[in-house]
């Protein structure tokens, strides 16, 4: 490698900043996900990118898809539609692009799984195949990089594909170094540290359950939240009982403490919280209506 494709200390550096900040977003899978798309875009200098985490068959014939976000800058709506017909026309992954499973399952061995275009696929083969001009061509991108990494918390992988533009110039070897590298450090925190949208997370919330939840984390009393939020007392407390069931917490305490810590439960964790000194978990008692506090 030549050393002009060589990563930098800078590269280095954009590529960690780029996992904090997702880290930052931790609890919303769409955002960080979207972040990350759009981050690796814009280091690679593609114009357009996918995240998924995916599950792999031993034999390699199949694949289940548990989290997946689009983004970057498509030319157009059509464009975009082109891509994802793509992916409802073949819903097997595995049979249709078998050359990206084998790659993927490299990572499982702990392999470096990052790949360009022509080290998949040459260009004569490439141009005339079904999948560039049904689909790719129409949405006006062209060559790719693909990158997987593994995650040991589910035994799946992590995928980044970022894709170019046809008006742009070709991917480089220094942009599918600095694609690996980001997949590597994302890839062990998915699950643990980034949620998933089977997660317990703000990507679940409506948009007044999310005011209700920054308000709390806030530190703001429900009389507080209320005035902010132009709301009536009883309300404010039903956002919040309804806060406490989506989170499976019993107070404002645990769930505080869950967004301190940082460490998303996944949507099948129990109902409820675990009885303490023989009493049910429950939520906020409900105040009659004329919001005063019921004993």
């Known amino acids: 490698m030549g050393k002009s494709q ?12 780029l996992v904090d900040e997702c880290r930052e977003l931790w609890a919303d899978a769409a955002a960080w996900q979207e972040h990350l798309v759009r981050g690796a875009c814009r280091l690679t200098r593609m114009a357009v990118g996918q995240y998924n985490e995916q599950r792999l068959a031993t034999d390699l014939k199949s694949t289940d898809i548990l989290d997946e976000t689009f983004g970057g800058e498509w030319r157009d709506a059509s464009a975009r539609e082109c891509v994802m017909r793509m992916y409802r026309d073949h819903a097997n992954r595995a049979s249709f692009f078998p050359r990206c499973m084998r790659l993927a399952s490299q990572a499982l061995l702990g392999s470096d799984a990052t790949a360009m275009r022509r080290h998949l696929r040459p260009d004569a083969e490439w141009y005339r195949s079904f999948v560039y001009n049904e689909y790719r061509r129409p949405a006006y991108v ?29 991917p480089t070897t220094r942009a599918a170094s600095m694609l690996s590298l980001l997949t590597r450090r994302v890839a062990p925190l998915v699950g643990t540290t980034l949620a998933t949208k089977a997660q317990h997370g703000v990507h679940q919330l409506s948009p007044r359950l999310r005011q209700m939840l920054e308000r709390i984390l806030a530190g703001d009393s429900e009389k507080q939240a209320a005035r902010r939020l132009c709301l009536q007392p009883t309300t404010v407390h039903e956002y919040i009982g309804e806060l406490y069931r989506r ?9 505080m403490a869950y967004f301190v810590s940082r460490r998303p439960r996944t949507l099948h964790d129990g109902p409820t919280p675990a009885p303490r000194n023989g009493q049910p978990a429950r939520s906020p008692a409900r105040r009659p209506a004329h919001g005063s506090a019921v004993p």
Do not use: C, K, T, W
């Open 6 to 17: 060589q990563l930098r200390i800078h590269d280095v550096e954009e590529a960690y900043s």
């Open 247 to 255: 989170f499976h917490v019993e107070s404002r305490g645990e769930l």
């Open 142 to 170: 062209d060559d790719l990089i693909l990158s997987f990494g593994f995650n040991p918390r589910s035994d799946s992988v992590v995928m980044i594909a970022v894709n170019q533009d046809v008006s742009d110039r070709a």
